[in-house]
């Protein structure tokens, strides 16, 4: 069956740095969009960022200038690299595939296990 992989969560300080990684494995063919997701306590889950296949990006304003969200060559990772972390980037991260075609058919909104992100002040 199809996975996606998150690490590289843990613990930092404010002003830190962590990237992220997810790797999506199995029989896949192809995948379109990539995107973090990330969902704090008590909040709804919200879009980090987005990165398609041809490379666009999209970010929420509030990492904008501080994540950067990048494709490994085989196009089956995706990177979030997040500098001068602050304690409201607090979360648990998720990774997202919008649309991937595998052996065993069309997968929409794949999600990963999520990992936690926490920073201390």
């Known amino acids: 069956q199809v996975q996606l992989v998150e690490s590289g969560g843990g613990l930092v300080q404010a002003g830190g740095s962590l990237r992220l990684s997810c790797a999506a494995s199995g029989s896949i063919f192809s995948i379109n969009a990539m995107g973090w997701y990330r969902q704090a306590p008590g909040k709804q889950r919200e879009l980090v960022a987005a990165?398609?296949?041809?490379?666009?990006?999209n970010y929420a304003d509030s990492v904008k200038g501080r994540f950067t969200i990048s494709r490994g060559s085989a196009k089956n990772t995706v990177y979030l690299q997040m500098n001068s972390l602050k304690p409201e980037d607090t979360a648990v991260y998720y990774c997202?595939?919008?649309?991937?075609?595998?052996?065993?058919?069309?997968?929409?909104?794949?999600w990963g296990q999520g990992t936690q992100v926490t920073v201390s002040s």
């Open positions: 997202n595939v919008d649309r991937m075609i595998t052996a065993w058919g069309t997968k929409y909104d794949y």
């Open positions: 990165i398609t296949g041809g490379g666009n990006t």
